[in-house]
């Protein structure tokens, strides 16, 4: 069996003269897997990954690549077997997207960096891989900061590395394109069974994609396992945790704060229920059964009649549509 | 979207076009190489007809005496330096461009030159104040000292742009260089101070960049350290192609940057050190050829680069020391002055362009 493609054993990792930020830390990638790193900023994330990648020395500890010392492998051989894509802006004129990609097969070519036609195929393949097959002779001056972030995606392939590091990758993509770029880097994992480990703030995201997930935590701490297992621990809800935003481990997604003002009672179908209570809790309401004590109670209206209801102390009043439902709640309870 | 697209469009036969002119630009600038050349010997003070050139250059029969002497002991070493020197000024700018990621790097802007003048000066305090003039004295090996002098000051201003270039941006750098050329320069008027006047007018007769003063003693130690200085640069092609993406992209890459960078600078100091010693400050041949060289051949590519720059500097400190001895102009103008009309709306408008002012991070 070959070896595991990271394994670090009580890693430390920081910047030299400082306190080390993380550790010790004992970690492993698995091939074929996607794993994402998650955390508030300032935990350290990119120091774990560019001591993961050799750019930045460990602080204590061992990381070994498929076996060998990170340390003791030579620059041009870690090259080969594990590339990055950094949070760098690479401001070039006069650079193409193709040449740049290129540039990925540099840990396989000769002094003078020639490409050689089973290089250029590959550089082809990258390209494609990456979906960047329409900016191929494009300037990438001229590329916004998503196909940016892509095309570098494309280099890192080129090198076709065994181990693939990305530093916030999805940072500057709108949702379908981090859609995509997740969704991509999973298959990519799956196809050609390399492993992949991606930092990223897009927790949504990661909690469906992630075959792993890694955690750290602003007080230190570090997690790692398969999402569901910890959201089921509790360990999202307690590194997440802030005054202002709590983890709802049944929905999966994050609350923007917790209600205290009156209690409300929703009754509908499971849909327009559902968003009438966001729109309640984003009033401060309390979300309460329909059966319990309530404050006040929201219902579709009759037939005929207006869609939404408000009955409160024995009144009733139709509102037109929720902006009009949410205006008479305002006024009721004087906002 | 639609607008991109057709953008793309329109801009991707010319690209493709492009993709291999190589071999047909770099000929075009070679046969301008040589009509400049030869334009560089029979043009000056006294025009001389070709067939004299020719004559004098083959040894063959010239119509008059005087002509032979002209020829080989004036212009054809003056037009050998400014071929030579101006393809090694060339590179130098693409180097340091691609070296401190700054478009508009060049050794003149950045202050180098003064650097390289600074250490020069200082050598001819040290040895001249025993005695004589140390370039008459010591024939080839004050040469040679000269050369190597100028060449530490190089490394010495390199350093101090590269502990700059960690802190402060694109511009903020070009703005550190042109304070360090005033500063080497008030240095050298501080140690000019120390040495007796003839040996300070020798001195001072080339602070100003010029092809013409350089002897063909000085030539033989110019041309084969320029040559070895190009075939080193041209050793680079592939760690520059690689810091094209920035310092740590560049390691991951597998490049070892402290060695890549101990390279370069080597690479500059005996380039720009050796240039600078026997023609003194030039300015703007690097930045100048640099862009004219990437608006010619569309590419970031070292590989292509690296040779249309060495050719579009000789060309270029060819034409310009054509035009300062041209046979019409009543005085003749000085070479940086001619650089200057030239450079300096090259780095204005670099400056000034919206898409390199995005890459420039303005």
């Known amino acids: ?335 | 979207m639609p607008q991109a697209a057709s953008a793309s469009a329109e801009q991707a036969p010319s690209r493709a076009a492009n993709r291999r002119p190589s071999w047909l630009a770099y000929s075009g600038l070679a046969a301008a190489i040589a009509a400049v050349f030869f334009l560089e010997l029979t043009l000056g003070a006294v025009s001389i007809a070709w067939r004299d050139v020719l004559a004098a250059l083959t040894g063959g029969e010239a119509s008059t005496e005087v002509v032979r002497p002209i020829v080989l002991n004036f212009r054809l070493p003056r037009a050998l330096n400014a071929l030579v020197s101006g393809a090694a000024l060339g590179t130098c700018g693409l180097i340091l461009q691609t070296v401190f990621r700054n478009p508009l790097a060049d050794p003149f802007i950045l202050g180098v030159v003064f650097g390289a003048r600074f250490g020069v000066a200082l050598l001819v305090v040290i040895t001249g104040t025993a005695g004589n003039a140390l370039l008459f004295k010591y024939g080839v090996l004050g040469d040679f000292a000269m050369a190597l002098a100028s060449a530490l000051g190089t490394v010495l201003v390199l350093g101090l742009l590269l502990a700059l270039s960690r802190r402060v941006s694109t511009v903020t750098l070009l703005v550190a260089g042109l304070m360090l050329g005033y500063l080497f320069t008030g240095l050298i008027s501080v140690v000019m101070h120390f040495v007796d006047e003839s040996q300070a007018r020798a001195f001072t007769s080339w602070s100003d960049g010029s092809f013409a003063g350089a002897t063909f003693q000085q030539l033989q130690i110019l041309v084969p350290l320029v040559a070895v200085g190009l075939v080193l640069a041209w050793l680079q092609v592939k760690p520059l192609n690689s810091l094209l993406l920035g310092e740590s992209y560049a390691q991951s890459l597998g490049l070892s940057v402290e060695r890549t960078r101990q390279l370069t600078f080597l690479v500059l100091a005996v380039l720009v050190g050796t240039v600078t010693a026997f023609c003194g400050p030039v300015a703007f041949i690097g930045i100048v050829t640099a862009h004219l060289c990437r608006l010619l051949f569309r590419t970031a590519d070292h590989a292509v680069l690296l040779p249309a720059v060495m050719l579009m500097g000789a060309l270029f400190a060819l034409s310009a020391d054509l035009i300062t001895h041209l046979p019409w102009s009543r005085h003749f103008l000085h070479m940086n002055a001619v650089n200057g009309l030239i450079g300096a709306p090259i780095v204005l408008w670099a400056l000034l362009d919206r898409r390199h002012a995005r890459s420039l991070e303005l």
């Open chain 1, 1 to 335: 069996m070959m070896a595991a493609p990271l394994i670090s054993s009580e890693l430390h990792v920081g910047y030299p003269l400082r306190p080390s930020v993380l550790g010790p830390l004992d970690l492993s990638l698995k091939a074929g897997r996607l794993t994402c790193l998650l955390g508030p900023n300032g935990t350290g994330k990119t120091t774990l990954l560019r001591t993961l990648s050799g750019v930045l020395p460990a602080r204590g500890g061992r990381v070994a690549i498929e076996g060998t010392e990170l340390s003791e492998l030579s620059p041009r051989r870690r090259a080969q077997l594990l590339a990055v894509v950094l949070t760098d802006r690479v401001t070039v004129g006069m650079l193409d997207v193709r040449t740049l990609v290129s540039l990925g097969r540099q840990p396989h070519t000769d002094w003078r960096g020639r490409l050689s036609a089973a290089d250029s195929r590959v550089v082809d393949d990258a390209i494609s891989a990456a979906g960047v097959d329409d900016l191929a002779e494009r300037n990438i001056a001229e590329l916004s900061d998503g196909e940016r972030q892509r095309v570098m995606l494309a280099r890192a392939l080129a090198q076709e590395p065994r181990l693939l590091i990305l530093d916030e990758i999805t940072a500057f993509l709108d949702l379908p394109h981090r859609l995509h770029v997740m969704r991509l880097l999973r298959d990519l994992a799956r196809r050609r069974g390399i492993s992949v480990l991606v930092s990223t703030h897009d927790l949504d995201l990661a909690l469906r994609l992630a075959d792993e997930v890694w955690l750290a935590s602003s007080r230190g701490d570090f997690h790692q396992g398969a999402p569901e297992e910890l959201v089921l621990q509790g360990d999202f809800g307690r590194v997440f945790a802030s005054e202002a935003l709590r983890f709802d481990a049944a929905q999966g997604t994050f609350r923007v704060d917790r209600p205290s003002g009156p209690r409300a009672a929703v009754e509908g179908d499971d849909l327009t229920a559902k968003w009438l209570r966001r729109a309640l809790e984003r009033l401060g309401y309390q979300d309460v059964d329909w059966t319990s004590d309530a404050d006040v109670r929201i219902a579709r209206g009759a037939n005929g009649a207006e869609p939404y209801q408000i009955q409160q102390g024995g009144r009733l009043r139709d509102c037109p549509d929720i902006a009009g439902l949410l205006e008479t709640l305002r006024q009721l309870h004087g906002e």
